[in-house]
């Protein structure tokens, strides 16, 4: 008869997520989001004491970076060790509840926290030479929110729109973007509802340091709005139609093509954010009702994945 063994597990690899988190709490400047928080975070004289607010911090950025609910989140601090190692909480210590998250999520949309904390990253970042300012690209993208009625109002959010891509209708929201040009790194945020055109929402999103901006062909009479910006040059891209109808052996058409090009290559670079949040963090649905509070955690999650697109370049720094 075999002798039994004890099923030990020797492996020394790291999961994705463990090496994810440890990526994250090298480049997320803990310290200067602390200090920013910091005067809002209630100090609890009475009822139980709070949380620390590190703690509740963690627990916030783990929910963009998951796609949790506040109940998920709450259930995913006893089904997996990870989380509560990185919100650095004691194994057998109090969790926090999904109240608690809530109340903590409800202080940072009173506050309009989620706007400074994009700018104390940007400022961050620009101080370590990784955001340039010199040029903007802007787009927008559409969030898709649920179409259900079954709820207690019984109807849609009233905040939330169709419009129309094509031959396809959607419902929901438009996140619209300000990147910078070189780096892709996202400065400005504006959430609207899905019928506003892209094109309402374009000079709203310069940082007014820039001196060009570029954006796709939806965009076609920007500079002849009643809000235009006369100090930045505005690169649109040609209309599909006139571009195929352009003649590469003609030499001028060959120069307007290889513009066109270049202008594309620029442009894609707003496209990044947008993976990020989509596709690395899953942030495809609104999570909430209202504009208010998912352009707060729209501003949010486009706060984290500029340290998540520039992690390489900070944990070199870092050595």
């Known amino acids: 008869m075999k002798q ?21 709490e090298q480049v997320v400047p803990w310290a200067d989001l602390i200090a920013l928080l910091a005067p809002y ?14 703690t509740m911090l963690r627990t916030h950025f783990m929910q963009q970076w998951f796609a949790l609910s506040d109940p998920a989140m709450e259930e995913a601090f006893f089904d997996t060790p990870l989380y509560r190692e990185f919100a650095q909480l004691e194994e057998f210590a109090r969790m926090p509840d999904e109240s608690t998250i ?4 409800h202080c940072l949309e009173e506050h309009r926290l989620a706007d400074q904390i994009l ?11 990784l955001f340039l300012k010199a040029g903007t690209v802007v787009d927008a993208t559409l969030i898709a929110a649920p179409t259900s009625t079954k ?16 031959n396809q209708w959607y419902f929901g929201m438009k996140a619209h973007i300000g990147a910078d040009a070189e780096s892709g790194l996202v400065h400005t945020v504006r959430g609207t509802s899905g019928r506003v055109s892209d094109i309402a929402e374009g000079n709203t999103l310069l940082h007014g340091n820039e001196t060009v901006a570029f954006r796709d062909a939806g ?3 920007i500079e002849n709005r009643t809000d235009p910006t006369p100090d930045v040059t505005w690169h649109v891209a040609m209309c599909l139609g006139k571009r195929k109808a352009l003649n590469n052996d003609n030499e001028a058409d060959a120069m307007i093509d290889k ?5 594309a290559g620029i442009r894609a670079k707003v496209e990044h954010p947008f993976r990020v949040i989509k596709r690395q963090f899953g942030f495809v649905k609104v999570r909430y009702r209202g504009l208010k509070k998912n352009t707060a955690q729209c501003v949010t999650l486009f706060a984290l994945s500029n340290l998540w697109m520039v992690r390489g370049k900070l944990m070199e720094a870092q050595g």
């Open 219 to 221: 965009y076609q009479g």
């Open 259 to 263: 513009a066109e090009k270049l202008k």
């Open 4 to 24: 039994a063994t004890l099923p030990l597990n020797l492996t020394l690899k790291k999961t994705r997520k463990q090496v994810f988190l440890e990526q994250m």
């Open 119 to 129: 700018i104390t990253v940007n400022d961050i970042l620009t101080a370590k030479g």
């Open 41 to 54: 975070y209630p100090e609890g004289k009475n009822g139980r004491p709070p949380f620390p607010l590190m």
């Open 151 to 166: 709820n207690k109002d019984r109807a849609r959010d009233p905040e939330m729109h169709s419009s129309k891509r094509g």
């Open 102 to 105: 809530l109340r903590y999520r």
